[in-house]
Structure formats: structure tokens, C-alpha cells
T-cell receptor
């Protein structure tokens, strides 16, 4: 069964600190992995996308890594800001269909305190 | 910010009422999607469309229906709302290049509460 598991479920950090969110997946055949940021009451917004051959991708203070062998990914946030408070969702796409079916994790709820 | 819009943003309605959730995008995307999301849970695909006059059911069974008469418009209808339909409904769109890497752009969502 194709699944995406994220940890931790929730995380509280102080402004300025770094943090790392984890994602494990069993989706096969693998196509790509995305990290989305979802602010409360809003739709998800794509942060990074990585294919099988990529093992790291940065977007400003966000750096995602991918280990396709162990089927693990992480999202590292550097120098956190209050605006980073959101749910971070790991999304894996398979290449077994033309739709490019997406498998969503439940997200990590990050809260940044001043 | 993606040019995809949903109305209403919030809706509280009584059981048995018919409702239509609107979704429009101005990016000219052929593919559009409806997802259902409960608090703390993952998104579940309930409907998708490859283009005009194309609609398909997603992974999660839903009593809702959709239509795609125009490229930019993908409304979702519930003929008779029930409390079990209470959820957040997210609309998304993507290009139809056929690549699995096409990014889906999400609307802000409609929070539906059925009393």
C-alpha cells in the first residue's frame, strides 16, 4: 500500500532556531517528492520538488533532502521566522499513471514562538 | 500566488440543503482536482478532470458531483448536505503536459459545516 508518513506530528520552536521535519514513504514506482507549506485556512503552496536523481533542493531558508534508497526525505528550516508557522506536507507522486497520482502525508504542524 | 479561487470560503448550512462550491482558475490549466481534508489528516482526492467535459472520481468515495463545462470552472455540488460532509474542500489545477512532475496549484479552500 502506498503511504507517506511524517514526523513529528507537531513541533514548537523559538524564533531564530533551526528545525528538521521528516518524511518516510512507500510509494512505488516513485516519480517525485514535494514539500508543501499550508498556512491555516489556506491551500497548500509548493516549496520544493525532487526527482529520483536529486538528493537536495533549496528554496531560501528551506532545504529538502531525498534518499531514494531508504525512501526518506527531510525538510530543514533555517533561522525560523514567525511566518514559518504552518503545516508542512510531504507529497509523493507515482509514475504508474498518467494522472501522476499524489500521496499526501498528514503534515507536521510547526509553531514558531517569539 | 496561484490564480485559483474558491467561493465561498466558509459555509454553514442545514442538513438536506443543496450546495455548490465554486472553483475557478485563470491559468488556462486543463487538469483540475477536488480534495477533501479533515483537521490533522491528509488530503484525499475526490474528483478530477483532464479537461472540458471530462470528470472522474478520485480515491475517496464522495456523494458530491462535479462538472467541467468551461476550462476555467470546476464546481462541486452536494444535492443533499449531511453532517458527515463537514470538512474542508480544496480545489487545485495543473498543466496537462503529461509529466508527473506538474505542480498542482491549490485554491484557499472552502470550510463547509453542515448542521
Amino acid at each position: 500500500k502506498n503511504q507517506v508518513e511524517q514526523s513529528p506530528q507537531s513541533l514548537i520552536i523559538l524564533e531564530g532556531k533551526n528545525c528538521t521535519l521528516q518524511c518516510n514513504y512507500t510509494v512505488s514506482p516513485f516519480s517525485n517528492l514535494r514539500w508543501y507549506k499550508q498556512d491555516t485556512g489556506r491551500g497548500p503552496v509548493s516549496l520544493t520538488i525532487m526527482t529520483f536523481s536529486e538528493n537536495t533542493k533549496s528554496n531560501g531558508r528551506y532545504t529538502a533532502t531525498l534518499d531514494a534508497d531508504t525512501k526518506q526525505s527531510s525538510l530543514h528550516i533555517t533561522a525560523s521566522q514567525l511566518s514559518d508557522s504552518a503545516s508542512y506536507i510531504c507529497v509523493v507522486s507515482d509514475r504508474g499513471s498518467t494522472l501522476g497520482r499524489l500521496y499526501f502525508g498528514r503534515g507536521t504542524q510547526l509553531t514558531v514562538w517569539p | 500566488e496561484a490564480d485559483i479561487y474558491q467561493t465561498p470560503r466558509y459555509l454553514v448550512i442545514g442538513t438536506g440543503k443543496k450546495i455548490t462550491l465554486e472553483c475557478s482558475q485563470t491559468m488556462g490549466h486543463d487538469k483540475m482536482y477536488w480534495y477533501q481534508q479533515d483537521p490533522g489528516m491528509e488530503l484525499h482526492l475526490i474528483h478530477y478532470s483532464y479537461g472540458v467535459n471530462s470528470t472522474e472520481k478520485g480515491d475517496l468515495s464522495s456523494e458530491s458531483t462535479v462538472s467541467r463545462i468551461r476550462t476555467e470552472h470546476f464546481p462541486l455540488t452536494l444535492e443533499s448536505a449531511r453532517p458527515s460532509h463537514t470538512s474542508q474542500y480544496l480545489c487545485a489545477s495543473s498543466e496537462a503536459s503529461g509529466r508527473a512532475s506538474d505542480t498542482q496549484y491549490f485554491g484557499p479552500g472552502t470550510r463547509l459545516t453542515v448542521l
